[in-house]
């Protein structure tokens, strides 16, 4: 049996931390920012754990 391949879209988009928990970057970090508050960037900035609902597909997509 080949092994799964991991999603090439995925791999970029989250990562795991040390115990375990999957994290995602923010959206609105990308353009625009000159209107946007420097306050407002930098929490933008932290990255944020992966809704419990999509935890099971991203796993699966990540090949865990």
């Not at 930098?42 to 991203?58: G, I, N, T």
Request: no cysteine.
């Amino acid at each position: 049996m080949p092994k799964n391949k991991t999603h090439s879209g995925a791999k970029k988009r989250f990562r795991v931390t040390g115990s375990g928990k999957l994290m995602r970057e923010q959206a609105n970090k990308r353009h625009l920012l000159e209107v946007k508050s420097s306050r407002r960037k930098r929490k933008l900035s932290q990255d944020q754990p992966v809704a419990p609902a999509d935890v099971r597909q991203v796993k699966k997509l990540l090949g865990r």
